[in-house]
């Protein structure tokens, strides 16, 4: 059932339509985005090349710059819930394992590394981030993203 | 900007893989106990600041490991340790709704901040909570109810990005 799966999407699934739109097409409905999660919190996988880690961390570090920078509220909400990591474990091909953890969730907002950059610092300047950001990941890019319901709180 | 660069896979595209990988080594299910005076079981203490443990559930076999979840959190919450408490408070359960490897359920525990030097081993929990038939029912219903087995790994937080 996995292993079926191994289909690429482009990096527009990453970022919003209207961010990284390609030419225009007959009207769809749009799929829903993989980076907005509807449950209680998300986790994401991200397998980086180990020469490109310091890309990725610098990009992220930007990225936590935009969202303090934003005036809108959504975006403090995701920056008060989104945590990242680094696995003392290698991933395959000797990547790097970054793991995203929000929780809580944001409503309704989407994860998109590479629109919140544009959003915020604006095109050219979001753009060259998000190009140094991409260039950094491995294949495949993502190895997990999981949209998750909270069973249990062990504390309360 | 091209909008071709970075492959996205469908949620727990790469998990199968990694599972039988080296990336994270994975565990057996956790051991029943068969002698659990004789036998110690494992221990499950993680080396980092965060840990994660992906759990690989049988699908008919869900309100059996959410039960024994349940009883988990009785045996953290009533134990006069105060470690056990200080392990609850930090420790999540979470269950994915995208199908996982063989028709398994996927759970997720997120244990943020890790105690250090606690041992986090369910059936060593349960069995410092119940005794006698009813902690070995748990722990056959927990062990029973695992697919292929766990996955644990230690992260080290890089940064909040809401601090």
């Known amino acids: 059932m996995l292993r079926r799966i191994v289909v690429g999407m482009a990096v527009g699934m990453l970022s919003a339509a209207t961010v990284f739109a390609q030419a225009a097409a007959p009207a769809q409905p749009a799929a829903p985005s993989p980076f907005v999660f509807s449950g209680d919190g998300g986790v994401i996988l991200n397998f980086v090349k180990a020469d490109k880690t310091a890309d990725f961390e610098m990009v992220m570090g930007k990225l936590k710059e935009a969202l303090a920078k934003s005036e809108k509220p959504e975006r403090k909400a995701q920056a008060a819930g989104w945590k990242y990591f680094k696995a003392s474990e290698p991933g395959p091909n000797g990547a790097v394992i970054y793991v995203f953890i929000m929780d809580p969730v944001a409503q309704g907002q989407e994860y998109s590394v590479g629109n919140i950059l544009v959003e915020v610092l604006g095109a050219t300047e979001g753009q060259a981030l998000y190009k140094t950001y991409s260039d950094s990941y491995a294949n495949p890019a993502i190895g997990a993203l999981l949209h998750l319901t909270k069973v249990a709180d062990l504390g309360k | ?163």
Do not use: H
Request: aromatic fraction near 8%.
């Open chain 2, 1 to 163: 900007m091209t909008a071709t660069r970075i492959c996205v896979l469908a949620p727990l595209a790469v998990l199968g893989a990694l599972r039988a990988g080296p990336a994270f080594a994975q565990q057996p299910a956790p051991a029943a106990p068969m002698a659990q005076a004789t036998v110690a079981s494992p221990t499950r203490v993680f080396g980092s600041n965060t840990g994660v443990v992906l759990n690989f559930i049988k699908a008919d076999k869900t309100a059996d490991f959410e039960a024994v979840v349940a009883k988990l959190k009785e045996a953290l919450q009533s134990s006069p340790n105060a470690t056990r408490k200080e392990q609850a408070a930090s420790w999540k359960v979470y269950k994915s709704p995208d199908p996982g490897p063989a028709g398994s359920v996927l759970y997720i525990f997120i244990i943020d901040p890790v105690v250090k030097g606690a041992d986090y081993a369910v059936s060593t929990i349960l069995a410092e909570g119940f005794s006698g038939d009813e902690f070995s029912a748990l722990v056959k219903k927990y062990t029973e109810a695992y697919s292929t087995g766990q996955n644990f790994v230690n992260l080290s937080l890089v940064s909040e990005l809401g601090k």
